[in-house]
């Protein structure tokens, strides 16, 4: 019998946090006819689709159709959304505490809080270096752009420290942006770009970096970040111990991210990383009435290597993970998470990108248009993804310049 077994039907399924893994299992659980009510906690007002980040900033897409409001997306779906942020769990009596201190029961929980950016405890990251995961870095990140093309200098030069994923489609969007008027410097402690990609992504990402003249630089660790300069040690084993001072300006950090899931009482079990263990089915371990998915989740694939914190990894997730919440209300077994890789897209510049994956190698205009219509179908609900689609359809004949236009 499970802990929370016991407790009142009337009492809803509660989801902190209304990123991918969130909101999609809300969604999911809403799709069934005869669903359990369902409270979504969550303190943003807009949801915000991380891989389509890149095109608003082009201005390829629209901030309404890349981060729509929640009250428009649940609306009529039989989801209660609470602007607020779950801060502690108490498992034992089936409630969370919130920021705004309020106390609410569940019959079901969900973590689904995500992951944020982390400095590493460099100095001057937090203070000085724009991240890149919401709408307010976005405007920020333009409004650079736009200063550094009107008032070109000589020599001027951006930094971007990480060259996995969201390093390098941010690199290649900036440089068609900027147009050749300002250097730009990818930075990697590693000793390659896009380490964990498929071999015929990371090729096509190298020759788009070089086409656009951006300057890789691998093996090489970032130490401070100061005003107006970024301070660089080599890590390669024969260049140890030689210091660079770069000037710059402006550093965008996408090096890294850390999750904090809220704490929970009794304790539950963390990885190394502070992820929740969580067992194939979704469940945290020695709490079976708690379930967690997305990046705060430790959940490994049938082999037993641990799960990318990637947007597919959340959107497979959030099926399975409604069913077994309907299961478990049901006192019905639970089944476990099963991993499909259906490939990897990456965004290389304005109107490029490239992807490979089910049968699929391509790279181009029209591997661009095929990850748009890949990310359409990922959109959250089915009347998000028609206006949406008609704005894209709108938009076939506009030809993708450089913004601004």
Same mark, same amino acid.
């Given at each position: 019998?499970?802990?929370?077994?016991?407790?009142?039907?009337?009492?809803? *399924?509660?989801?902190?946090?209304?990123? #991918?893994?969130?909101?999609?299992?809300?969604?999911?659980?809403?799709?069934?006819?005869?669903?359990?009510?369902?409270?979504?906690v969550?303190?943003?007002?807009?949801?915000?689709?991380?891989?389509l980040?890149?095109?608003?900033l082009?201005?390829?897409?629209?901030?309404?159709?890349?981060?729509?409001?929640?009250?428009?997306? !649940?609306?009529?779906?039989?989801?209660?959304?609470?602007?607020?942020? *779950?801060?502690?769990?108490?498992?034992?009596?089936?409630c969370?505490?919130?920021?705004? @201190?309020?106390?609410?029961?569940?019959?079901?929980?969900?973590?689904?809080?995500?992951?944020?950016?982390?400095?590493?405890?460099?100095?001057?990251?937090?203070?000085?270096?724009?991240?890149?995961?919401?709408?307010?870095?976005?405007?920020?990140?333009?409004?650079l752009?736009?200063?550094?093309?009107?008032?070109?200098?000589?020599?001027?030069?951006?930094?971007?420290? %990480?060259?996995?994923?969201?390093?390098?489609?941010?690199?290649?969007?900036?440089?068609?942006?900027?147009? @050749?008027?300002?250097?730009?410097?990818?930075?990697?402690?590693?000793?390659?770009?896009?380490?964990?990609?498929?071999? #015929?992504?990371?090729?096509?990402?190298?020759?788009?970096?070089?086409?656009?003249? *951006?300057?890789?630089?691998?093996?090489?660790?970032?130490?401070?970040?100061?005003? %107006?300069?970024?301070?660089l040690?080599?890590?390669?084993?024969?260049?140890?111990?030689?210091?660079?001072?770069?000037?710059?300006?402006?550093?965008?950090?996408?090096? %890294?991210?850390?999750?904090?899931?809220?704490?929970?009482?009794?304790?539950?079990?963390?990885?190394?990383?502070?992820?929740?263990?969580?067992?194939?089915?979704?469940?945290?371990?020695?709490?079976?009435?708690? #379930?967690?998915?997305?990046?705060?989740?430790?959940?490994?694939?049938?082999?037993?290597?641990?799960?990318?914190?990637?947007?597919?990894?959340?959107?497979?997730?959030?099926?399975?993970?409604?069913?077994?919440?309907?299961?478990?209300?049901?006192g019905?077994?639970?089944?476990?998470?099963?991993?499909?890789?259906?490939?990897?897209?990456?965004?290389?510049?304005? @109107?490029?990108?490239?992807?490979?994956?089910?049968?699929?190698?391509?790279?181009?205009?029209?591997?661009?248009?095929?990850r748009?219509?890949?990310?359409?179908?990922? !959109?959250?609900?089915?009347?998000?993804?028609?206006? *949406?689609?008609?704005?894209?359809?709108?938009?076939?004949?506009?030809?993708?310049?450089?913004?601004?236009?």
């Amino acid at each position: 019998m499970e802990e929370s077994s016991s407790r009142p039907a009337t009492r809803p *399924v509660l989801i902190a946090g209304g990123g #991918f893994g969130g909101l999609y299992t809300a969604l999911a659980l809403a799709s069934h006819r005869h669903h359990p009510p369902i409270l979504l906690v969550e303190p943003q007002e807009r949801f915000l689709f991380l891989p389509l980040l890149y095109e608003l900033l082009s201005e390829e897409l629209r901030s309404w159709e890349v981060a729509p409001r929640y009250d428009t997306l !649940l609306a009529s779906r039989g989801i209660a959304w609470l602007k607020d942020r *779950v801060s502690r769990v108490d498992a034992s009596a089936g409630c969370v505490h919130t920021e705004q @201190g309020r106390q609410l029961p569940y019959s079901r929980l969900v973590i689904a809080t995500g992951s944020r950016g982390t400095s590493y405890g460099i100095p001057g990251v937090e203070d000085l270096a724009i991240p890149f995961r919401s709408l307010a870095d976005v405007e920020r990140l333009q409004e650079l752009v736009q200063h550094l093309r009107s008032h070109p200098r000589p020599l001027q030069r951006l930094a971007l420290v %990480g060259a996995g994923p969201s390093g390098v489609e941010l690199a290649c969007k900036l440089a068609d942006l900027l147009r @050749g008027s300002t250097v730009i410097e990818l930075i990697e402690q590693g000793a390659d770009l896009l380490p964990q990609a498929k071999a #015929f992504n990371r090729e096509q990402a190298r020759s788009a970096l070089l086409r656009r003249d *951006v300057r890789l630089r691998t093996q090489t660790r970032v130490l401070a970040l100061e005003p %107006g300069r970024l301070l660089l040690s080599l890590t390669a084993d024969n260049d140890a111990g030689s210091d660079e001072s770069l000037p710059v300006d402006g550093v965008i950090w996408t090096a %890294g991210v850390t999750v904090a899931p809220p704490p929970i009482e009794p304790v539950a079990s963390l990885d190394a990383r502070g992820r929740l263990h969580c067992e194939p089915t979704l469940q945290l371990r020695d709490h079976p009435g708690v #379930f967690a998915l997305g990046d705060v989740a430790d959940v490994a694939d049938a082999d037993g290597a641990p799960l990318a914190a990637t947007a597919q990894v959340a959107f497979q997730q959030a099926d399975c993970l409604a069913e077994n919440l309907l299961r478990s209300l049901e006192g019905e077994p639970l089944q476990p998470f099963r991993w499909k890789d259906l490939g990897e897209m990456i965004s290389l510049g304005i @109107g490029e990108a490239s992807l490979t994956g089910l049968g699929v190698t391509l790279a181009g205009p029209a591997a661009y248009r095929i990850r748009q219509l890949a990310y359409l179908s990922r !959109l959250p609900g089915l009347p998000h993804q028609l206006r *949406v689609a008609a704005g894209w359809l709108s938009d076939l004949g506009r030809p993708l310049l450089p913004w601004p236009r």
